[in-house]
């Protein structure tokens, strides 16, 4: 009868703790499991811990991992949020429901998936279908002369293409906005992370490369792109995210399994609030409103 009674409140305690942060070992804090997009984790970690000024009595312990991982941990229910760069699945959805839940979006920014190329690369604009004929399978660019131009210190002329892992939301994204859903080319490099597709760029002069565009540096270049033949050539930028007039800019999202409720909630309140949504203008990407950054300061 004991074991009985101990299984219910264990039981209990877990459909407390889904999606109203979870009790930390050994203290009175509350911790919020948040794990997924990589493009979105320095974010993630800059808004954790500048919640700890807010409300000191809950935690968030961020992991990045791509946007497939979180979701998959937000299905298996080991997380309280995921973070996502691509927009939820149907599949996962119906995997969500089908566990008894009703999963919620929120859109908390918007990002320019951006170029990256290396800064001694004369190329200075490129369009979508060029992008997509260096990509895609089948697409017949496989050297930089293809292009019109001569790359300093790339002797053998290719493109070494650069990508990302296909659990990544930006990968997903890329695959869809660019290559029209069609497959990629095999022989890329696939990179686990957003800064290592920047580090691999800057240090290699044959390669070309994509991104978030709030893991740019001055190391590597990014050059416009144009949506259509003749179309006006626009710069990766949070303004050109916000106007939609850059052709590959995002929403960045965030999902929690059902409606959020208690510390989960506040967070996410607090993230969509103006001293959040600065903190994501801050790091380089578009916030969802025009924040009041000097008034969110305190």
């Not at 959040?276 to 380089?284: K, L, R, S």
């Amino acid at each position: 009868m004991q074991s009985k009674h101990s299984l219910l409140l264990v039981l209990m305690i877990a459909l407390v703790s889904f999606g109203c942060g979870r009790p930390e070992a050994g203290s009175s804090r509350s911790v919020i499991q948040n794990k997924g997009s990589d493009t979105l984790v320095n974010v993630a970690q800059a808004w954790a811990e500048a919640y700890q000024t807010v409300n000191s009595e809950v935690a968030v312990a961020v992991t990045g991992g791509g946007s497939g991982t979180g979701i998959a941990a937000l299905l298996n229910g080991t997380v309280d949020i995921a973070n996502s760069s691509r927009q939820i699945k149907e599949s996962e959805t119906a995997s969500l429901k089908e566990g008894g839940h009703s999963p919620v979006e929120f859109v908390v920014g918007y990002d320019a998936l951006a170029i990256f190329i290396h800064p001694d690369n004369p190329l200075n604009e490129i369009s979508i279908e060029q992008i997509k004929n260096i990509y895609a399978e089948g697409g017949p660019f496989e050297k930089w002369s293809q292009l019109g131009v001569t790359v300093p210190g790339c002797d053998s002329d290719e493109i070494i293409r650069v990508s990302r892992q296909n659990n990544s939301g930006t990968y997903e994204y890329f695959r869809e906005a660019v290559l029209g859903s069609g497959d990629f080319k095999h022989g890329s490099r696939d990179m686990h992370g957003s800064k290592d597709v920047v580090d691999l760029v800057m240090n290699t002069a044959c390669a070309i490369g994509y991104s978030g565009l709030a893991y740019a540096t001055h190391e590597v270049k990014m050059p416009c792109v144009t949506s259509v033949a003749e179309g006006a050539c626009v710069v990766p930028t949070i303004e050109s995210s916000i106007d939609g007039s850059y052709p590959i800019a995002r929403p960045l999202f965030m999902y929690t399994a059902d409606q959020p409720e208690g510390a989960v909630k506040s967070y996410l309140d607090w993230i969509l609030s103006d001293a959040g949504q600065c903190i994501i203008q801050e790091i380089g990407y578009a916030p969802v409103s025009t924040p009041d950054c000097a008034a969110s300061v305190q």
